[in-house]
């Protein structure tokens, strides 16, 4: 066999484990159940928070629009049930800040908002048409970034789209959401990235799995026949095999320029889980209100589970038999890239949560740091170049500059430096650190 | 419920560097199972009393200090039986635990401890030796076995001067059936250990390979042969186990290669034409205080950036 595309440098995290996998690659998706009250907040995109078009006291129904996005990096927000608006007040979210929070009380009745309907069939939509669908269905990237689908849908004039491509890698351990989308629903995916081509102007499709789910391999690539231009690749099972560049160059061979967007090379890129969403928002009309959650780990009956956004982690975790053993972190997310959360009550699944994650002892690292031994292991791994413990070095001691110098702003969080770091230094979250204060500093200077 | 809530990643290698320096160690050991085997139960007692060294000046600094003890990581351990590879098997006994107090209290914790020390704290302890007692560092013994040919190190032989005999066979060379330090004679001892390193990702070829590739190309070009200067002296304990010292060597790719390239220029060089039969130690010595400036020199190229025209 050839050798498969990658990238350079990278982690196998969890590799004896199967990469975390088996606790739940072969559970079929199941419907979540829906709670009877659902906080949905209105920051689950990055960018400008929605402003909230209901107040207490309002009936809605179920798709109807609640928040309404503020400003060109924004997507909306729908309501995810039919019932009656509790509340409308600033709750504490899972980024620590106080977000106005929709609170809504469940009449279980479902009824669709009267003015959803299909809007027809890719082939008879023009490129705005479909944009615009975009941006009505709320569509941000499922994958975990949360980025405005219709913003990378709007590439610059003088720019040109040759090759859009899904991200199938999944490359997060433990997460297996995507995996049973492209099992379960491949044509979906794959009409969504037909869509995407249409609308980009693209000659192109391309999407990319990781070698370690084969079977979704395999009915993608069936799902693909039908469509011209459209296609799968294997790719590496690697971390972060799934980060934007790093799958762009696996695919294609090119390189995104540093500081630069995909596009600059002709290319955008996508999660399946959005162009899923995209396809059936295409047919159906409906928004990007549910989406397939992995709750995985130190629970009883890791699941994969289509839920509405809103719902509560806690009751998440309780659908999958509750937590085994005791619980010492929860992640939103993949243990790589995934934010710990601190009150799974209040924390409610949002568009971009590919995973609910429980962390027992064993699993969650609580090692302390000790002192580099300047191994270079970090380096070596950075899938972007970097020296995480130069900038590591400095950061802690607040030379931003040289972070600066040193390209902090390049990084991409992936988190392998802090993975392979024998002494347990926290390289990425000192990273992170310097980033947000080399923006201030730049902000400061204007 | 208790939840800890910390920045990404949640999930950590087992690889600590407790595990790194237990892998050192295990690589060690076969040369010193030959040193034991070659020059007697002296060169066994010689590694005790250095490592004990070591480990207990590393342990009272740190308390003295009030700062957390770290000989747990191992690191002392392996300083120490580095120190005692780098002396002859006939010095006092009292020599190498000076030699590790040496590279541990001002050569490592005077500088910060592990990861901050500026040169190799063995290499350091065995210059501080050579300084202060250079005839007993240079007086070699008749090995303890039969076979051994000579106490001269075939390195001394090589330069002519005080040191007369017959140079031994490359075999010989090649196991360690020679004169010289405790740890070094064996070159198939040391390359075993160094095949482990290896394996286990512990080090990487490009400092060992440039380093020695440099020694082969110039001895042969100042017209001598190589195999004798590759097999004889501390390169090979050197190459793979003195340079690739983690705080003290550049972390770049590139700058490996340069470090590498660097060592073995100045190991040729004072080998064939300088005043000493031997370069390795202060070749690495002289290295180390340049690597932070090829660490700035060789800042490896950030993905997507476009190469600048020099």
Redesign the interface.
Known sequence: MALLHTFKGG?H??QKIHEGKRYSEHVAIKAAKVPSVLMVPMSQHIGAPCKPVVKKGDTVKMYQLIGEAAGFVSAPIHSPVSGKIKDVKKMMHMSGKEVETIIIENDFKDEIDENVKPYGTIDDLTPEQLKDISLKAGLVGMGGATFPTHVKLSPPKDTHCDTVILNGAECE?FLTADHRLMLEMPELVVKGLYAFKKLLGAERGIIGIEQNKMDAYEVIKKACEPYDGIGVELIKTKYPQGAE?QLIEALTGR??????LPIAVGIVVSNVGTAATFAQAIETGKPLVERIVTVTGAVNEPSNLLARVGTTFQDMIDQCGGFKGE?????SGG??????????EITTVGKGTSGI?V?DKQ?????KE???????RC?TVC?????P??INAFSIKGMYDKCDE??AM?CI?C??C???????R?L??SI?VAKKQILQIRKNKK | ?N???????????N???K??MMDVLIALMPALIWAVYIFGINALLITVVSVLSAVICETAVEAFMKKPI?TG?L?AVVTGILVAFNVSPAVPIWMPAIGSAFAILIVKQLF?????NFMNPALGGRAFLLASWPVAMTTWVTTGTASAVSGATPLAIMKGGEAVGQLPSVWNMFIGNIGGCIGEVSALALLIGAAYLLYRGVITWRIPVSFIGTVVVLTLAFGQNPLNHIFAGGLMLGAFFMATD??SSP??AKGQIIFGIGCGLLTAVIRVFGGYPEGVSYSILLMNVAAPLIDKFT????????AKSV
Do not use: W
């Open positions: 982690v995290p969890l351990p560049k390189q995104v320029p540093s500081g630069g619980p010492v972190k929860i992640i243990p790589m890239m995934g934010m710990s959360i601190f009150d799974p994650l962390l699993l969650a690292n609580t090692e000790t002192a580099c031994i300047r191994c270079g380096a899938p972007v170049g970097l020296l413990l130069t040193y390209k390049d969080e988190g392998s802090s993975f392979i770091c024998p002494a347990k926290n990425a979250q992170r | 419920m939840l800890i809530s910390t920045s990404s990643p949640h999930v950590r290698t690889e600590s560097v595990v790194i770290t990581d690191s910060g401890g592990i990861g901050q983690y705080s972390i770049t800042k490896p190229r950030v993905y997507g950036e476009v």
